[in-house]
């Protein structure tokens, strides 16, 4: 895949910034969307449109708080197709595979920068920084995970597989 | 897409924390280095056979549970997998599902929640669905039914799930997707974790049980200090240790963030499954060199029974401190998936014996299943407590998550044998639980503030 980069340098990014707790009382996708890191940056949904903008960096344990599947759901629904962070809080971590979120742990955050264009190659295991001429390795992911991603989590994942057998 | 490298090179900084030259890439390659019970077990489960600490598996799990909070989005989750096909569970032996939080049933809510899983369990044939007179708390009764085996992989859409640890198996907490997708595949995917190695050496102090070895260790590491890492439990005071105060520790170790804690199958995890019936399963242990991510080790001559203050099981104090302190309480709770068991029941009786619970106290005391209930009736136990002026109640979790059966209310303080005390957690927001052992919580019962037999 291939977008442009938004890059939020927070440590400790938490789930009620990616979305306030006064906005679960829906789980509509397109509500998630529109109140998506609304107090971290009130104009995030304005910069994505006007850049853009399909990638988020951000720095270590990103997701951290609450275990709300609403926080990777409001991610994905503003149509963000990548999370890259140093490092992700275990059930964000997992919240966003089962909804089929992709993610990746990346060290080198320092190499990338809001509005750098990245490609990504989740087979290979490559991230490209087309703007910067720069690459980097990354841990290829098991199938079984790209599968789930692919399939848009873990419950369609599930049934695909139960439709197949 | 996950960037894998960084574990296996946190792995061999590892090494250099434990002063042993870095093994290199091609010795780790050649897989001579050795692994952990944790990590053993989960690849046993799994296709990729040299799959360690930090890599993804997809694992065939062999008992999934779910209990009426969470089983009834779980079953919502399975019906989404099946809908418009014949499919049924993965396997109708391997379900369990234990309607013991709010049951018997308190109100009409929780009667419908009840009714989702009993139709779900009559409807798939589900073996092991355990009905109001049958059912105990789940971490109590699985143990006791033989449902958890050493070397399994058991995951429960409940946090203490850990508790099965203490039989030598993989057992973890998980939420209500996962559930319901393990409840259609009989699969899992899980991140290996690592592993902190715990040693408990030397003998321990009269009162101390494996309660305050875990509230000590909390107290010591915080509430994070095992954050998705394995703790394995291990030394001398371990192998001498009960299955009922195993089953206690490692009931706790997600009040320290770990995935699972887990105590190696030995003589005592035999005697307990050959006392259960004739059981055969796989035994592992760790490798002399598996690789941990830290090793602490605690003399227990120094830990005293221990008391966690609100709001945090990590609030841990000794008792000679609390004693002191004089904290008045309005209300003992002696029960739950922590200490339920028979055996706490038996050491509570030693204490109530002939003796009157104060007047200002409740002091209510759940065994964690009919047997043990049954078994307490035998032995003479609850007379003993009806004496002494407590209420014993059926098998639940009750007021352990403010349930009922002795909710608190506000500017109330409870000591308890449960495992959490966080705010609100037995009822209003502004009532207090102290964690106890059953000794501790039962000669507060009778002095009215929190004490030890020690001082009766
Ligand atoms: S006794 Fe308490 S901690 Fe244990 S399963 Fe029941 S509610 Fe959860």
């Known amino acids: 895949m291939r977008g442009k980069v938004l890059k939020y340098n927070k440590k400790n990014l938490n789930t009620d910034l990616i979305i306030p707790a006064r906005h679960l009382v829906s789980s509509d996708p397109e509500h998630l969307a529109a109140h998506c890191f609304e107090d971290l940056d009130p104009d995030f949904n ?58 990746v742990e990346f060290k080198e955050i320092d190499d990338i920068n809001t509005q750098d264009e990245l490609e990504i190659d989740f087979e290979k295991g490559i991230i490209a920084n087309t703007t910067t001429n720069k690459q980097f390795k990354i841990k290829k992911m098991p199938d079984f995970l790209q599968e789930i991603i692919s399939a848009d989590g873990l419950v369609n994942y599930a049934r695909s597989k139960i439709l197949k057998n | 897409m996950i960037l894998i490298e960084n574990n296996k090179n946190l792995k061999y900084n590892l090494f250099s924390n434990l002063n042993i030259r870095p093994l290199s890439h091609i010795f780790y390659r050649l897989k001579l280095m050795r692994y952990t019970i944790t990590e053993k077990i989960l690849r046993d489960h799994c296709d990729d056979k040299n799959a360690s600490a930090g890599d993804f598996i997809l694992a065939n799990v062999d008992k999934c549970l779910a209990n009426d909070i969470t089983a009834p989005i779980a079953i919502e989750v399975f019906k989404k997998i099946v809908e418009g096909t014949d499919k049924g569970v993965f396997d109708k032996n391997r379900i369990i599902l234990t309607p013991d939080h709010f049951t018997p049933n308190k109100d009409v809510a929780s009667a419908e929640q009840c009714k989702i899983l009993r139709n779900f369990a009559h409807e798939k044939k589900i073996v092991n669905y355990f009905e109001i007179g049958r059912v105990g708390i789940e971490h109590c009764l699985i143990p006791e039914q033989g449902l958890v085996l050493p070397g399994e992989v058991f995951i429960g859409a409940d946090s203490h799930t850990c508790t099965y640890g203490a039989l030598g198996a993989f057992s973890t907490g998980v939420g209500s997707t996962d559930l319901g997708v393990a409840m259609a595949l009989g699969q899992c995917w899980f991140k290996i974790p690592e592993s902190i190695k715990f040693i408990y050496s030397g003998k321990l102090n009269e009162w101390v049980s494996g309660k305050d070895l875990i509230l000590y260790t909390i107290g010591q590491i915080g509430v994070d200090g095992a954050t998705y890492k394995a703790m394995e439990f291990t030394g001398e005071v371990i192998e001498n240790l009960s299955m009922a105060n195993r089953l206690t520790m490692c009931n706790m170790a997600i009040e320290a963030g770990g995935k699972n804690g887990i105590i190696a199958p030995d003589k005592i995890t035999e005697a307990y499954l050959e006392n259960i019936g004739n059981l055969s399963y796989k035994k592992y242990e760790s490798d002399n060199d598996a690789q941990y991510d830290d090793i602490i080790e605690y003399e227990c001559e120094k830990i005293e029974p221990q008391v966690a203050f609100p709001h945090l099981p990590e609030n841990a104090k000794p008792i000679s401190e609390v004693d002191g302190m004089k904290i008045e309480i309005n209300q003992c709770v002696i029960g739950s998936c922590t200490n339920g068991r028979i055996e706490d029941l038996r050491i509570t009786a030693k204490i109530l014996k002939n003796q009157k619970i104060n007047s200002k106290i409740r002091c209510i005391i759940i065994p964690g299943t ?72 039962a000669a507060s019962a009778i002095k009215g503030y929190i004490t030890s037999p020690k001082y009766l």
């Open chain 1, 46 to 103: 304005q910069k994505k449109k006007e850049f853009g903008i399909s990638i988020i960096v951000a720095n270590r344990n990103f997701g951290s708080g609450s275990s709300r599947e609403q926080a990777p759901l409001a991610i994905k629904a503003a149509g963000i197709k990548c999370v890259i962070a140093l490092s992700f809080a275990r059930i964000f971590f997992r919240n966003a595979i089962n909804i089929g979120l992709p993610i």
């Open chain 2, 370 to 441: 009919q047997n043990i209930y049954l078994m307490a009736i035998k032995e003479g136990l609850i007379e003993i407590f009806l004496d002494a002026g407590a209420v014993v109640s059926t098998p639940t979790c009750g007021p352990c998550l403010g349930g009922h059966m002795g909710v608190l209310a506000a500017g109330e303080r409870a000591v308890s044998t449960t495992n959490r005390n966080f705010i609100g957690r037995m009822g209003h927001v502004e009532s207090e639980v102290y964690l106890s052992n059953p000794a501790v919580a």
